[in-house]
């Protein structure tokens, strides 16, 4: 595929609803989203008769999610959910002999599930599942072997403090200080970081027992079994003094027994991610290749491959470049059952679609893609006929599982179904600008159902977090929801974003808040410009990235009349130390004391908050280590002292995302009743047909 990869996966519009089937049909409503269920991780089995899959629900009288593993047969003729408990199950992996499909869950006392999750077996014969390892620190990313009798997975080191009361001195209900010693020491839901790392282990199934195979201080993650069984491919940044100060990880091998040494496959100054994946014959091992430091935050993976190790003596290999000429990120990679080709995601420019290349050394194909059209293909699962069971999702679409069968989708699940054909959707379509230095720049508008062409309407741009990631063509609840309010919605996948290529994304390095805004702000001038928007009634907001996007634009344009500015900050070097950011801190922008223009440059929102008219709503999760809460108290302390209207919105206990279904649903109309409140205020007129 070449670098004019949008042309080589042309885009097929979907067949919209006929408008005599929406008669009935009402808007989305806040009630609609407890009732979403979301369909994820589809696992086709060995045989291909069946994928087991994962399905969350919300329960309102309880307030939390709840998810469990239900399994559909192949031909969609019978579908069937195998737990039920009020715990979450996750992580459906069938073994390869068929026999068994694993999980892991957090069941049972108070006192077990402070062990954390554990990895249970379901028999496909029948009966209850049962728990088959009893690890502390907890047990995720479980992969079977290949002749089906162990489990390899990720281990977490025990917390001595999860007890205080056995800890030496602090023998009473009093916790222990946290004592901090590690340069990298804040990771969101995680807390304060101490010397607790992950490790590579493995379950015998048949006595319970299990390895550690990896040890030190470092994480090691992703465990990938070689087709023989006997070694287990993972990604570490082991090869580092103090792997703190980096995000690059490194491909290396360890053979699954007691007391093996693990050995380095790849030393590499970008960073390998994913799970890697061994070819059939365990020749070569497929991996994905990332960017180095400096780039770290703005990096877009690519398919590499490296020879397998043969001996202890073989030297550390580079990784060869699939697929070099294609300027788009890629994940979920697959071998094929015969070896002869891998499957992918290709992440292009307001869509994810799956493709598929030559494994081949020496190859004259390109990439073949197999989807096409307005849709996000969310992950997959290849079956030994060549099928792949995907997640897959399109503006009209929630995410379900499909057949994917010769480029024809079949839909498997229908969880959503019944709400769908409820509901009036808006209509999503593309749309594009030139920001005012000439760069092309695209997005997605959103407009209501009864939308009446040269009329304008109140108009929201949203601002995706990231800044690496895409606005897509996916359902997406925020967005109907707004436009179910009478607001066409505007968004932007300004200089920065994934999906357009690696010099689209680093574009913004080390120069936050320019060129961003110059997009957010062309692509509003079109809408504008194009009689969509009325320019009187303009509003903007986003979370994370999107929120310190938000701050940056009202501080550099008055028009907007209202914003909501969510988990984002402004007063950048106060950050310093604050976040989870350390590294990209120091390669991207550099230490406060050495860079101190710089942050003041990228900090312009809090020290001109002066020039700020815009009512702003500020929100945030009381415990977010990711953007923390103290960047949205600045800002609305700001413009508090300046007597801007203004409120902040502090969710308890709550993380970077919101998890709690009441608190989801209270953000979701909070941002409606401040876009109102200022956009459409009473005896206004409205653009809701």
């Known amino acids: 595929m070449r670098a004019h990869v949008t042309a080589a996966l042309a885009l097929l519009a979907l067949a919209t609803i006929p408008a005599a089937a929406q008669d009935n049909r009402r808007p989305i409503t806040l009630d609609d989203h407890s009732r979403l269920v979301a369909v994820a991780d589809p696992q086709r089995s060995p045989e291909g008769e069946w994928v087991a899959y994962t399905v969350t629900t919300s329960d309102v009288e309880k307030d939390k999610r709840n998810t469990d593993i239900w399994m559909v047969r192949w031909d969609g003729s019978a579908r069937l959910q195998l737990t039920s408990s009020p715990d979450d199950e996750s992580s459906p992996r069938w073994s390869p002999d068929g026999k068994y499909l694993a999980f892991v869950a957090s069941r049972g006392t108070e006192e077990e599930q402070k062990k954390g999750a554990q990895i249970w077996l379901l028999d496909r014969r029948g009966g209850e599942a049962r728990k088959v390892s009893e690890v502390k620190g907890g047990a995720s990313a479980i992969q079977w072997s290949p ?220 990439v073949e893609p197999l989807t096409t059209g307005n849709r996000a293909v969310r992950a997959l699962s290849p079956g030994k006929d060549g099928h792949f069971a995907v997640l897959m999702t399109t503006p009209e679409q929630p995410p379900e599982v499909f057949a994917l069968e010769g480029g024809t989708f079949r839909q498997l699940t229908s969880h959503n179904d019944a709400l769908m054909k409820e509901l009036q959707l808006a209509t999503t379509e593309d749309f594009q600008a030139k920001s005012k230095d000439g760069a092309e720049v695209h997005g997605l508008i959103v407009k209501p159902a009864g939308y009446v062409p040269g009329r304008r309407y109140p108009t929201l741009a949203i601002i995706h977090g990231g800044p690496n990631g895409q606005d897509e063509h996916e359902f997406d609840f925020e967005r109907e929801f707004y436009a179910a309010h009478g607001y066409v919605v505007l968004t932007v996948n300004y200089r920065g974003s994934a999906g357009r290529g690696s010099a689209f994304q680093k574009a913004i390095y080390g120069d936050w808040g320019n060129l961003e805004v110059v997009d957010i702000l062309g692509m509003v001038d079109e809408a504008v410009r194009q009689g969509i928007a009325d320019p009187e009634r303009l509003g903007i907001g986003g979370w994370s990235y999107g929120g310190i996007s938000t701050n940056y634009t009202i501080a550099t344009d008055p028009r907007f009349k209202a914003a909501v500015s969510g988990a984002g900050s402004s007063a950048q070097a106060s950050m310093y130390g604050l976040d989870q950011y350390i590294v990209q801190w120091d390669v991207e922008i550099g230490p406060p004391w050495k860079a101190k223009a710089v942050y003041e440059k990228v900090s312009y929102p809090f020290f001109h908050a002066d020039r700020i008219k815009t009512p702003t709503l500020f929100m945030g999760g009381e415990k977010d280590f990711n953007v923390p809460i103290a960047g949205s108290e600045q800002m609305y302390q700001a413009l508090r002292s300046l007597g801007v209207p203004t409120e902040l919105v502090i969710y308890p206990g709550q993380f970077h995302s919101l998890t709690v279904p009441s608190y989801q649903r209270d953000r979701l109309q909070r941002y409606v009743d401040w876009f109102n409140k200022h956009l459409q205020p009473a005896g206004a007129t409205s653009a809701r047909p």
């Open 147 to 366: 002749d089906s009798t162990r489990i390899a997975f990720v281990i977490g080191d025990e917390d001595p403090d999860e007890d205080p009361e056995k800890k030496e001195g602090w023998k009473r209900k009093t916790p222990p200080p946290i004592v901090i010693d590690r340069y990298h020491f804040k990771q969101d839901r995680e807390g304060y970081l101490r010397r607790l790392y992950d490790h590579i282990a493995v379950l015998d199934i048949s006595t319970g027992k299990h390895i550690v195979l990896t040890s030190g201080q470092v994480d090691d993650s992703n465990p990938s079994w070689s087709p023989d069984g006997k070694q287990i491919a993972f990604l570490s940044k082991r090869a580092h003094a103090d792997p703190d100060r980096t995000a690059n990880q490194d491909l290396w091998v360890i053979e699954a027994r007691e007391a093996a040494a693990p050995r380095q496959v790849t030393s590499t100054p970008e960073s390998e991610s994913g799970r890697p994946v061994w070819s059939p014959d365990g020749a070569r091992i497929a991996v994905l290749l990332g960017d180095v430091d400096r780039y770290y935050a703005y990096d877009m993976n690519k398919l590499a491959m490296v020879p397998a190790p043969t001996a202890a003596s073989d030297p550390v290999a580079k990784p060869a470049l699939f697929m070099s000429q294609l300027d788009r990120a890629v994940s979920n990679i697959e071998w094929s059952a015969d070896g002869e080709s891998i499957a992918f995601l290709v992440e292009d420019d307001r869509r994810v679609q799956l493709a598929t290349v030559p494994a081949g050394r020496v190859s004259t194909r390109g």
